[in-house]
C-alpha cells in the first residue's frame, strides 16, 4: 500500500507546477491540431509554447504553418523569418517562407529564399519549379526560359515543365513551339491538367470552338474546381449551337463561384435566348446588385422588366440609363411607351417630343454625341454599346496563358490521407455534442451517462466521433477549464475523487488535441482505479491518435498500436456491451488492415445500435476485402442514415 501511495505521489508531483509548461508537449499537441486542421487552436499551442520557451524555432515556424493555411500570409512570413533567426539550416522554413512571398506577390524575395534553400537542397526539383515561375511573374521570360531548360535537363519525365515552356511561347507569339511543347507533355503526361488548358487557351484564340470544348472537358476532368474553364467552355458551347451545354457550364460555374460576374451575366443573356426570362431577371439584378453603374445589365433588365409586364421597374432602369446617356433614344421611345401604358400620358409626351426634337436637330445638322469622358467611365470588362446588349461578355484584357500552381507539401491540407483509409473517426469523451452536419443529438451511453449521473461534473461528459474545429474564445475556456481542475486536482485528499477530476481533465486535453498529457492523466486514473472502464476507453482513443500523427509525420511512435488494443480490450473486459468501444476497437483493426476483425466489431455496434459510421466503416472495410457488393449496400446504408460523403464512396467504388 505504501508503494502504491507513493507512486500516485510521484504521478501527480508535476501537476504542482501549473504554471511551468511542458514544451515538447505543447509543439505535439499544435502538430496534432495540425494534423487534424484545427488551425485556430494550434496557434493558441504554440503561442504558449513560445510564451515559455521563445528561442526555440519550432513553435514559430510551426505556427507560421497555421498562419499560412489560415491565408494570414504576412503574419506566416513574420513568424518564418523569426525561426530562420533562431535557427537559418532548417531548409523548409526558407520554402513555406517563399511560399508566403509569392502568395503576397513579393517575387524577388522568394527568388531570394528559393536560392537559399537550393543551397542545402540542390536537387528539390520544386524550389526550382517555384523559382521559376516567380521569374515568369516578374517578365524575366529569358531567365525562365533557361532555368526550364535545366529542370528537363534535370528531370526529362516532368510533364509541367514541358507546358510552362509552351506557355512561355505563347506569350512570346510562338504558337508553333507552343503546340510542340504541348504535344511533348501530353505525351508524357496525358493527365496533366496545364497542358490542356494551354491547348484549349490555342483552339480558345483561334476560335476553333469543338477542339476547346474537348480540351476544356479534359481540364475539367482533372481539375473540376476551375470556374474559368466553365465559363470559358460555355463560350465554346454557344459557338456550336450547344445551348444546354452551355447552361450547364453557367451553373456550374455559379454553383463553385457564386460572386462570378461573367457567368450570372452570360447565363442571363442565355435565358433570354430560351425564353426563360423571369429568370434572366434574376441574373441580372445580382448583376446590378454587384454592380450598380453597369449600364448594360441595366438595360438587358428594362428589357426584361418591360416584356413581362412590370412597367414601373423597366421606367426605373430606363431613367437610371438616360440620365447617364442622355440621347439614348431608344431609351426614351420605349420610356415612353412604358408611361403610355400606365396612363402617365404627360411623362410619356414629353420623352417622345425629346426625340422629335433630335430627329428635327439631326435634320437641320445638330446632332448631340457621348463626350469623350463618358466614353471612358465606362468598365474595362464590357463595351457600353446598345446595339450590343444582348451578346455574351468576355473579359476585356486578355488573361494570363495559365495560372500556374505551385509546387508544395503545403498546398491543400496538411495531411492528404489516401480516400480508402479515410473511414470515419472514432468515438470519444468530449465536452462537445455529437453534429453530423446532418443532424445533431446526444449520443447516449449508459457508462457515460452514469458517470455524468454520480458524478455531476461541472461540464457534462458527451460522446462524439467528429469533434469540431475550437475558434480562439472556444479553446481558451477548455484551457481555463483545465487549469481549474488541475487546482482541484492538487486540493483534493480524496483519491477516489482525484481519478474522476483527472478524467475530466484528460478530456480537456483530448478536446485540445493535446493527447499527451491526456494519456497521463488517464494513466495516473488507471493507478488509482484499475476497473476504470472509461479512462482505458479514453486512453485508448488518445493513443490511437498519438500513432496516426507520429506515423504520418515521419516520427517514431511512442506509443505502439499494441496499447490501443490493450486499452480497448480491458475497456470491453469492463463494458462487454458498448457499441462505441466496439466500433472504436474496429476502427483500430481497420487501420492495421485486419479488416475481417474489423468488420466483426461493427458488426455487434451496428446490432446494438445502428451507427451510421458503423455502416461506413464497415461498407469500407467490406470492399478492401474483396465484397464490393455488400459494402456498396452498407454505404448506402449511412448515406440513408446521414453520411451524405458515403455517396461519393459508392461513386468511386461502382465504377
Excluded at 494570414?72 to 537559418?88: K, M, Q, R, T, V
Excluded at 474559368?228 to 463560350?235: M, Q, S
Excluded at 482541484?488 to 498529457?517: C, P, W, Y
Excluded at 476502427?587 to 451510421?612: C, R
Aim: charge should be negative; aromatic fraction near 12%; charged fraction near 25%.
Amino acid at each position: 500500500m505504501d508503494r502504491r501511495w507513493i507512486f500516485l505521489f510521484l504521478a501527480l508531483l508535476p501537476l504542482t507546477v501549473s504554471a511551468q509548461f511542458n514544451v515538447d508537449r505543447l509543439i505535439m499537441s499544435g502538430r496534432s491540431a495540425l494534423y487534424y486542421e484545427d488551425y485556430v487552436l494550434a496557434i493558441q499551442h504554440f503561442n504558449r509554447a513560445i510564451q515559455s520557451k521563445p528561442y526555440l524555432y519550432e513553435p514559430w515556424f510551426y505556427r507560421g504553418v497555421a498562419k499560412y493555411y489560415l491565408d494570414d500570409f504576412a503574419g506566416a512570413e513574420d513568424d518564418c523569418s523569426e525561426a530562420i533567426h533562431l535557427n537559418p539550416y532548417v531548409t523548409g522554413i526558407y520554402e513555406l517562407r517563399g511560399l508566403c512571398r509569392i502568395r503576397e506577390k513579393k517575387y524577388e524575395e522568394a527568388i531570394a529564399d528559393y536560392d537559399r534553400a537550393l543551397r542545402d537542397e540542390p536537387s528539390a526539383q520544386n524550389f526550382w519549379f517555384n523559382r521559376m515561375l516567380c521569374r515568369i511573374e516578374l517578365k524575366d521570360y529569358d531567365r525562365a526560359q533557361l532555368e526550364l531548360d535545366t529542370i528537363i535537363h534535370k528531370w526529362d519525365k516532368y510533364a509541367r515543365a514541358y507546358s510552362v515552356k509552351a506557355g512561355i511561347c505563347l506569350i512570346q507569339n510562338d504558337t508553333t513551339a507552343a503546340a510542340g511543347w504541348l504535344d511533348k507533355a501530353l505525351e508524357i503526361d496525358p493527365y496533366d491538367w496545364e497542358s490542356w488548358l494551354t491547348r484549349a487557351n490555342i483552339s480558345l484564340s483561334r476560335q476553333k470552338w469543338k477542339d476547346a470544348d474537348k480540351q476544356l472537358g479534359q481540364v475539367i476532368h482533372l481539375k473540376p474546381k476551375m470556374v474559368g474553364c466553365y465559363v470559358n467552355r460555355a463560350l465554346a458551347r454557344l459557338n456550336i449551337n450547344n445551348l444546354r451545354g452551355a447552361m450547364s457550364d453557367y451553373d456550374m460555374a455559379i454553383e463553385i463561384d457564386p460572386e462570378n460576374f461573367l457567368a450570372h451575366y452570360n447565363r442571363g443573356i442565355l435565358r433570354v435566348q430560351v425564353g426563360d426570362d423571369n429568370r434572366a431577371i434574376e441574373d441580372f439584378d445580382f448583376i446590378v446588385r454587384m454592380e450598380p453603374n453597369n449600364i448594360m445589365a441595366v438595360y438587358n433588365r428594362a428589357l426584361l422588366l418591360h416584356k413581362t409586364g412590370d412597367l414601373r421597374g423597366a421606367i426605373r432602369d430606363y431613367t437610371t440609363i438616360i440620365n447617364q446617356y442622355p440621347n439614348f433614344w431608344v431609351g426614351l421611345y420605349r420610356r415612353a411607351e412604358c408611361y403610355r401604358r400606365l396612363g402617365m400620358t404627360g411623362q410619356a409626351e414629353m420623352d417622345e417630343f425629346r426625340i422629335l426634337k433630335a430627329q428635327m436637330d439631326k435634320h437641320i445638322g445638330i446632332q448631340q454625341r457621348w463626350s469623350k469622358s463618358q466614353v471612358q467611365q465606362t468598365r474595362k470588362k464590357s463595351e457600353i454599346d446598345f446595339e450590343k446588349y444582348n451578346h455574351v461578355v468576355v473579359e476585356d484584357e486578355e488573361p494570363k496563358v495559365i495560372e500556374h500552381e505551385y509546387e508544395s507539401v503545403y498546398r491543400g491540407k496538411v495531411q492528404n490521407r489516401k480516400l480508402d483509409l479515410d473511414y470515419m473517426p472514432m468515438y470519444q469523451l468530449s465536452y462537445m455534442r455529437y453534429d453530423n452536419v446532418i443532424k445533431s443529438y446526444q449520443v447516449f451511453d449508459k457508462a457515460v451517462d452514469a458517470f455524468n449521473q454520480r458524478q455531476r461534473p461541472r461540464h457534462m461528459l458527451f460522446l462524439t466521433c467528429n469533434p469540431k474545429s475550437l475558434n480562439e474564445q472556444q479553446s481558451g475556456a477548455v484551457f481555463a477549464f483545465a487549469d481549474t481542475l488541475t487546482v482541484q486536482i492538487q486540493e483534493e485528499s480524496d483519491m477516489q475523487k482525484t481519478k474522476n477530476l483527472l478524467l475530466q481533465r484528460a478530456v480537456a486535453h483530448t478536446v485540445v488535441q493535446n493527447f499527451g498529457d491526456a494519456v497521463d492523466d488517464l494513466t495516473t486514473a488507471i493507478a488509482i482505479d484499475p476497473d476504470f472502464a472509461l479512462a482505458y476507453w479514453q486512453r485508448g482513443v488518445c493513443a490511437a491518435a498519438i500513432n496516426e500523427l507520429s506515423n504520418t509525420q515521419g516520427m517514431e511512435a511512442k506509443i505502439k498500436e499494441a496499447n490501443a488494443l490493450y486499452d480497448l480490450n480491458k475497456a470491453l473486459e469492463l463494458i462487454p456491451d458498448d457499441p462505441y468501444i466496439h466500433y472504436d476497437r474496429g476502427n483500430l483493426y481497420f487501420s492495421q488492415g485486419e479488416y475481417a476483425k474489423a468488420i466483426e466489431d461493427y458488426d455487434i455496434a451496428i446490432k446494438a445500435n445502428h451507427l451510421p459510421e458503423a455502416y461506413y466503416n464497415r461498407g469500407l472495410a467490406h470492399i478492401h476485402n474483396g465484397n464490393q457488393q455488400q459494402g456498396i449496400a452498407d454505404l448506402s446504408k449511412a448515406g440513408e442514415l446521414g453520411i451524405y460523403s458515403a455517396y461519393g464512396m459508392i461513386k468511386k467504388y461502382s465504377k
